[in-house]
């Protein structure tokens, strides 16, 4: 279905992986906030959207990605199963990470997703090293790279884009600019802007609104379309706004007051949307039954969690070495 | 058996796993040109630039990159020119690479060999000559190997290559030009220490360089007829501790001997070992290791923190005292 330029089908579609990310979070928060079963922190993308769902609807189930520690939506939009995602948060035993990594070390690889990670940054060079991978082994996937805003100033940015120019590696690396660094406002703490570095670096760059899936979806086709043809890199800072505080349990009082709800109130990633289908014609009691549909997805991965048994106590011993692997070690 | 550097037995254990298995490559800084120590002489020609790669001036690229490429179906060597130059990637290293199999529920691992040339050699001051194998040996998950032989460094890259396992590579920059004989048959099991010389009085635990010092004290010894005997750790780990165990269930005497700085060096981790698990001794344990100061740049400054055969020897002779219990 199509009204005028607007691909309905493919709206409803971004809707759809938009809403299921919002709800997991939602419950994620819910298993965190309010039944305390999500033990360390999460931090979460409510409000950042349309930035997973934009770039990786591109991508082929065979390519790779990394993510932060917040992580949660690259991962579902990658394809994670979000029943193991939920009872990884859990720390449960069916977790995609048996438990072991929790929400910031989530990871599956069977989709491609190559890790969230604790550290800002870490993952840039780990990124590229997967492109370089890649081209040594002559495949043809690419790989994504998400950071945020405050990566942008650690060594590993510099030195892991620089990699991908060197090596002329088929990566894309995506800064999802929430504008905030923790606690503080980036721009504070940011000489110059992070698109310029990109450029300075060599590396063909797009600036773009994080908030409006549509026209991201439409950049980001063209920048991993570049990518995968010329086996080169490419930079798109895509900024959005974090509606939350940077983990669960962080009120953002630093913040103005109302910042964050005149951005819900004019620049959240699924009204725009929603605004979006309707002037196209769909009934916003379509896109009602999919919110419901998300939302019933992720309760039913929590009740799913939540029943799940703690890992086998021994597991700890598990996957840390083959070699003087601590089973092994007699003292 | 032939001939060779302890640098040209690495270079021929990595020639022939990349000769046999594509997805093995080199990293670093400067090796087109042979390498920093000249290590990777004559690989570019025979691999091409892609698989003996250089690289930016960039560790913790070099490492992290390196990781990324491993994650996806490669076999990595990394090459990080001064052990202390690879501190500028240690996020990679320890938080990253060491971590990830765990972290990630067993999904990836990371079979990388990192080569870290370690210890003093030719007054190169305080950021070129550490020995820091404890660090890594704290860590769960890296494999960390001190070869000081010829021998030990052909067999051992090979296992290491070989690997699953992140292996810390701990190479001597003192002994690249030591010549040895080399069986490339030679089993190669990482943990298992070799014996450099069998002996009855007392047992002194040794790796990487040091080791071939402690040979030298125990040839010095031999003349004063006490029968020592050297275990060369070569992995630290995992570690050889039945070897130690049973060296000194024999001798009721241990001395531990490395060039690090003494002070919660791997010889502690030994001497404990014994304390814990070992026949009761005849002797107070020693340990000689580098005090805790810095290394320094005039050759009499940096002479102050090495542990020398002579000294090995005056602690022998001293745990040889009947008083000394």
New interface residues.
Partial sequence: MSTGNFDTETGLARLTMMERIRAFEEHARIAAVDEGLVLGAIHLCIGQEAVATAVIESLRRDD?I?STHRGHGHTLAKGADPVAMMQELLGRAG???????GSM?I????VGM??A???VS?N???????????K??G?DQI?VCFFGDGAANR??F???I??AG??DLPILFVCEDNQYSASTLTSDMTSGDVGGRARALGLHTVEADGNDVTALAATARELVGRVRETGTPAFLHAKTYRLDGHTYFDPATYRPEGEADAVAATRDPIMKLRDALAQAGVAAGEMDVLRDKARAEMTAALDAARDAEWPADGSVF???????S?VR??? | MAVMTYADAAKLAIAEAMRADSRVWCVGEDLGRGGVFKQYTGLVEEFGPQRISDAPISEAAIMGAAFGAAMVGTRPIVEMRFADFALCATDELVNQIAKARFMFGGQSRAPMVIRKPVGMWRSSAAQHSQSLESWYVHTPGLVVICPGTPQDNYSMMKAAIACDDPVVYLEHKNIWALEGEVDTAAPAEIGKARVRCAGDDITIVSWSDAANVAEAAAGMLADKGISAEVIDLVSLWPWDKRAVLDSVAKTRRLIVAHEAVQVAGFGAEVVATVAEHGAPLKARAKRLGAPRSLVAYAPNLEDQLRVTADMIVDAALSSMEPENV
């Fill in positions: 790779y990394t977790g995609c990470c048996g438990g072991k990594g070390h990871a599956d690889f069977g190559l890790g990670n604790g550290v870490a840039i060079t780990i990124a590229a090293g997967a492109a370089h991978g890649v040594l082994l495949g790989c060594g590993p510099l030195e892991g620089n990699w060197v090596f598990d996957n840390v070495q083959d070699v003087g601590p070690e007699a003292f």
